[in-house]
């Protein structure tokens, strides 16, 4: 995906989770860790928890954060699925799942949603999508999506039910917005959803 809307993407999750004032955050797939790096260098981030399903990538991020993140906060990084609820995983005040939710087959959506919305429970939720609408502009061919390992990508009315359907099922509310462009008819590359628990 293009640098410009891959940094879009990374801003506006980090200002959602600055401005939220959390102070303990979860990086589910967080793989080589672009948001998680920003993260750790916030002073208001005290403790700073990242999972993923790929050792490599953990790797990576474990390297990375020798050098890019001085930081004071407490950092772990696991090697766990964000489709299985484990009690460590839960009491945080935020949980950020960007790009990732594609990534998964339909049919684990279920899984995810009773793990996060209903295992971990944090107060504030991001989810960032990419928006199937959009991928004509990007040169995608029509029936193909955007990476050989997504297992769907969704149009923006798709995506809002879901986030929907989650929220009203979970007890939390649900805004959404366009990422990456603004688009007349097609919205933006990306897609995010901010729940928030009542």
Partial sequence: MTSWLHEERLAAAQAVVVGSGASSVLDLGCGDGDLFIRLAREPQITRLVGIDLSPEALARLRERLKSEAPTACSIELHLASMTRYERRFGGFDCAVLIETIEHLEPESLSMLERAVFGGMRPRLVVVTTPNAEFNPL?????????????????????????????????????????????????????????????
């Fill in 138 to 198: 990007l040169g995608v061919p029509a029936h193909r999506f955007r990476r050989p390992d997504h297992r769907f990508e969704w149009s923006r009315e798709r995506f809002g039910r879901w986030a929907q359907g989650v929220a009203e099922r979970s007890g939390y509310s649900v805004s959404r917005r366009d990422l990456g462009g603004g688009h007349p008819e097609l919205g933006g590359a990306s897609q995010m959803a901010v729940f928030r628990i009542l």
